[in-house]
């Protein structure tokens, strides 16, 4: 019994540190808390269900056929923000490697010396200038990195998020560098698909009530009291965001950097990514490149080998099925242990013989295990036979 170690090839994303799930080979990221997400996804379809049931039928026979028509495109517009909103990369940073994190504590090793026993080490920083502008990059213990301006470590996905703005549970994900336009776009889209939706209700209710009384109009249509429960509740938070967020965009400022206030101007320190314009800051973060992922998430990389254990190959009917070997090693063991039989004929090599010969010979026994020396003779030239002789003539 020997032991061959296997190395397979498997995806990144199967081994990135962290508390994301992927899906789809590694195509969705999302945080491990989706609860919320699904309630997300129910409340928005289920209220637009109800929509499309009960009032779109009405409202297109007596008002207009185009109510329903932009109610679906503006339901299909809030369902793609959302889902490229939660199943795409936010902006997640690679955590340093053995060798680089190695190398970044020996620099900051011989940058501070050495510490006394006893004393608190220096913070772990580093100063870069951005528009005449000093900003500091920490250091992250966990990814064993300096982050990047505007950089920060999510608790609850265990990454360093480029441009972090904050974890979002109602989409599932976190809002970084690479999803906020789409986070923004969501909840603009949202707000007016709930006015829309609110809108509408109010208007059925009232035209119905014209002909059948406001009480009989609400026990004929149960669904629309339903909607307007959930979209008075819901439009007041889902307009305020999206009101914060215009806010904020405007400053070209992200929900992290406003709640630490990190360019309130208390110290004298300024936005330094802001143009001091509002059409621009709005620009630059909604119309501006889209960032491509720095994971690599569907790459390849070798997986840490696996001992197997290749046995002697068994001449057995069942050997082969059950073997746990792979068929190739034991077709390379049999090569190795078997040779086939030689047929000797006038053609043979004198030399050839003993040597080729000789494994397929069987062992002697005790009586053959010194025969007499003979020699083969030639096939060519047969000797004639030889008579015996008259033992009856010798005895007269």
């Not at 997300?40 to 379809?45: D, E, G, P, S, Y």
């Not at 009586?367 to 003539?393: F, G, M, Q, R, T």
Request: with cysteine; hydrophobic share 35%.
């Amino acid at each position: 019994m020997s032991a061959v170690m296997i190395t397979r090839k498997v995806r990144k994303w199967e081994k990135l540190p962290g508390k994301n799930t992927f899906c789809c080979d590694g195509r969705v990221m999302m945080a491990r808390q989706k609860g919320v997400f699904y309630l997300t996804l129910f409340l928005i379809v289920g209220t637009c269900s109800l929509f499309f049931a009960f009032e779109c039928p009405y409202l297109a026979l007596h008002l207009s056929p185009l109510i329903p028509v932009f109610a679906i495109v503006l339901f299909l517009f809030v369902m793609a923000m959302l889902l490229r909103t939660s199943f795409s990369d936010p902006g997640v940073l690679p955590r340093a490697l053995q060798e680089e994190a190695t190398f970044i504590e020996m620099e900051i090793e011989a940058a501070n010396g050495n510490v006394p026993a006893g004393q608190r080490p220096p913070p772990r920083i580093r100063n870069v200038q951005i528009n005449n502008q000093i900003v500091k990059l920490k250091y992250c213990y966990t990814c064993k990195i300096f982050r990047p301006p505007r950089a920060s470590h999510c608790s609850i996905c265990d990454n360093c998020v480029d441009r972090f703005d904050h974890h979002c549970p109602w989409v599932g994900n976190c809002v970084g560098k690479r999803n906020y336009r789409y986070f923004y776009l969501f909840t603009l889209s949202l707000s007016l698909l709930t006015i829309y939706i609110f809108t509408f209700d109010i208007v059925h209710v009232v035209m119905r009530s014209v002909h059948n009384g406001f009480l009989n109009t609400l026990k004929e249509t149960p669904g629309t009291v339903l909607e307007v429960l959930v979209c008075f509740f819901t439009l007041w938070s889902v307009v305020g965001l999206t009101g914060f967020h215009t806010y904020l965009i405007s400053l070209n400022q992200t929900t992290n950097e406003d709640i630490k206030g990190s360019w309130s101007g208390k110290n004298r320190v300024q936005n330094p990514y802001s143009h001091k314009n509002i059409f621009k800051n709005c620009c630059e973060v909604l119309c501006g490149p889209a960032y491509p992922s720095v994971l690599d998430r569907r790459g390849l990389q070798e997986d840490s080998p696996v001992p197997v254990s290749a046995a002697a190959p068994n001449n057995s009917n069942n050997s082969s099925s059950s073997s746990p070997e792979p068929q190739a090693m034991h077709a390379v063991l049999c090569l190795q242990k078997t040779t086939a039989p030689l047929i000797l004929n006038e053609h043979t090599p004198e030399d050839a013989k003993p040597s080729l010969g000789a494994p397929d010979q069987k062992s002697p026994s005790p009586k053959e295990e010194h025969p007499p020396p003979s020699k083969v003779p030639p096939l060519a030239s047969p000797e004639p036979d030889v008579e015996a002789p008259n033992i009856k003539d010798k005895s007269h």
